[in-house]
């Protein structure tokens, strides 16, 4: 029989301003008297704004001239939401109050040069606003009281030098912090009045870790979540005059995901475990019969985004892997759900892979979580594949819908996101697994991934490639050096090729984590000779395959010098390397302009090397990109 084309049976490529353009609506989030619904969508320049829905139609309440707007959240005052930005990607983010009825903008943060992290908002003292600034020390973040209706700015609680972050009691005062320590580790601290001095609730030692959740209503109790006297991280009770701790909720093997809370009387109502996918447990059984319905809506994992300060309306996000997010209003009391929106409507139509969650056994026993992705048109034999690797390390991959996963399906190739060793979510056995495994252990799970995706018939052992962002560039990096035959190609997003001068240009504000980085990593102190022998610089001399790099110049993590010196020594040894430089990014492409250029020369470039299907590159006006 003649043989059939697979060109002439493939579905259409997904144009890439489908994948990696702005959402047409996103992130809705209802005002806490419910009063008001406000959302980000682009603009007429198609800039990411906030946008506030309106009986009139849906009016535009920023105007960010040209990085867009990701993250806002309403106050309790019923007249300002405020937004987070920064300047190019240099991530000294400044917080903007926006009055919903005026559009005037304020920086509640108006100093140039620090970087500003919310700590929260409370719907009894509605006027005020606490956020921690780096004023005074770029290493150190202060607490600071301020006033949203007139911008006043007051000193309120001191950070000695080692807190990383806070938390405040039912009466909005600042009374328990989380310290770095020495060891690596971190304290929980905790002080009976603001005019008392901190005592030590907890220490966590650097291979367990933990974080206070909320106070109870009556002050008395704090809630903690803590993988100490356990494997995975468990929401304790505890309580604030005995010092006893009680479980509320834990899983043996995975690790607590997230707490609900009552949004007025700190009621603790469900809590979530990401496994394979996210398994929502139920601590309120007020609530049973909500997410008993949410849960027959529609497939998916589902979240609440927000709610009224009443609680009888919830905002519901739906997440699915071959899909856009949609969004609900839900009414409570009647049990009824409005369909408000999907984030990208485009993709309604369109035919999207699957994400299957997988595991398979590491060398040394170990077993590997992650996710695979395969061509929704095309039967998953002998394709060339893409391990997709995250960054962190210390994160995870999770099922959904992924732009990138789909894009790369869409081209023909079978993607694997592994959550190698080191990864989060799976117990602290697993991730102190990848203790000083950089370019070991954790390099040694990707290839065993790789294997496991051979073996299975899925791909083509000569068309593999290896791409990621951070420590996910990183890996690509070491797959080049450290297995130089391995891989096809490698594509590294803003990863670091040397950990020794990763480590002497982190931020500063990162200096409290830095034992922390030592125990995980290793010393750069005591043994740069180890730290060198896990960079990639060192090695190019090994390199075999292309590799194509992607950089942000205001990169405050991993320096745009990162990339630069690796690229100008394998020019130097005639090593074959294209490197893009974008001027107005940071730590990943935050604008569609770049986002679409990138993504379009990374295309060709694994096309030429894997074999996979390309759409043109074209015309991309706007972006940045420089080719160096």
């Known amino acids: 029989m003649p043989s059939q084309s697979t060109t002439s049976t493939r579905l259409p490529l997904i144009p890439r301003a489908t994948l990696f353009g702005n959402p047409e609506r996103a992130r809705p989030q209802l005002s806490p008297d419910g009063q008001h619904l406000a959302f980000i969508a682009p603009d007429s320049k ?82 005020q606003f606490l956020v921690g600034m780096n004023q005074k020390d770029p290493q150190v973040f202060d607490v600071y009281r301020v006033k949203l209706s007139d911008g006043t700015i007051e000193f309120d609680t001191a950070n000695p030098g080692n807190i990383m972050s806070w938390l405040v009691d039912p009466e909005f005062r600042v009374r328990v912090a989380v310290a770095a320590t020495p060891d690596g580790g971190s304290d929980l601290l905790y002080r009976e009045t603001v005019e008392a001095d901190w005592e030590l609730l907890r220490h966590w030692g650097p291979d367990d870790e933990g974080y206070p959740v909320s106070f109870s209503a009556d002050g008395q109790t704090l809630y903690i979540v803590g993988s100490h006297d356990a494997n995975a991280q468990r929401l304790l009770a505890l309580d604030l005059k005995t010092r006893q701790e009680t479980v509320i909720a834990a899983d043996e093997q995975y690790d607590l995901g997230g707490v609900m809370t009552h949004p007025t009387s700190r009621k603790l109502q469900a809590v979530a475990f990401y496994r394979d996918k996210l398994s929502w447990q139920i601590l309120d059984s007020s609530i049973a019969p909500d997410f008993e319905a949410l849960a027959k809506l529609r497939p998916g994992e589902f ?56 595991s398979y056994s590491a060398r040394d026993g170990l077993t590997i979580h992650g996710y695979l992705t395969t061509p929704a048109d095309l039967p998953a034999e002998n394709l060339p594949a893409v391990l997709l690797v995250h960054g962190g390390p210390w994160a995870r991959d999770t099922w959904g819908y992924d732009p990138e996963a789909q894009w790369l399906a869409n081209r023909g190739y079978a993607v694997l996101q592994i959550n190698f060793r080191g990864s989060t979510g799976y117990g602290k056995a697993f991730l102190n697994a990848g203790n000083r495994e950089w370019a070991a252990k954790m390099h040694d799970d990707l290839l065993d991934g790789m294997e496991w995706l051979v073996a299975e018939g899925i791909a083509d052992r000569s068309k593999v490639g290896i791409m990621g962002g951070s420590y996910g560039g990183y890996a690509a990096l070491v797959a080049l050096t450290f297995t130089p035959e391995v891989f096809a190609a490698a594509v590294d997003i803003v990863g670091p090729s040397s950990i020794i001068t990763l480590m002497q240009s ?14 995980r990593i290793g010393n750069m102190d005591s043994e740069p000779e180890f730290l060198q022998s896990r960079s990639p610089l060192f090695l190019i001399d090994r390199i075999q395959k292309p590799l194509l790099i992607g950089q942000g110049a205001n990169d405050p993590r991993v320096k745009q010098a990162e990339s630069d010196q690796i690229v100008a020594a394998m020019r130097q040894a005639d090593k074959p390397v294209e490197y893009v430089l974008y001027p107005d990014e940071g730590h990943g492409f935050a604008r569609p302009e770049n986002r679409l250029h990138f993504y379009a020369i990374a295309e060709a470039f694994l096309a030429k090397y894997l074999g996979g299907c390309c759409e043109p590159i074209g015309e991309i006006p706007g972006h940045s990109g420089v080719l160096k």
């Open 506 to 519: 982190i931020p500063p504000y990162w200096e409290p984590i830095k034992a922390q980085m030592y125990h």
């Open 303 to 358: 979240g609440i985004n927000s709610r009224t300060l009443a609680d009888d309306v919830w905002l519901v996000a739906y997440t699915t892997d071959d899909g856009p997010v949609y969004y609900y209003r839900y009414e409570r009391a009647t049990q009824t759900t409005e369909l408000l929106f999907s984030n990208q409507p485009i993709l309604e139509d369109l035919t999207l892979a699957s994400m299957q969650p997988v």
């Open 46 to 127: 198609n800039v990411l704004q906030v946008w506030l829905k309106t009986p009139e139609g849906d009016r535009q309440l920023t105007a960010d001239a040209k990085r867009g707007i990701r993250a806002y959240f309403w106050t309790y005052d019923a007249q300002h939401l405020i937004y987070m930005q920064d300047a190019d990607g240099d991530e000294n983010f400044h917080c903007y109050a926006v009055n919903i009825h005026s559009n005037s903008v304020r920086d509640l943060t108006p100093f140039e040069g620090v970087k500003a992290d919310p700590i929260e908002l409370d719907p009894d003292y509605p006027d």
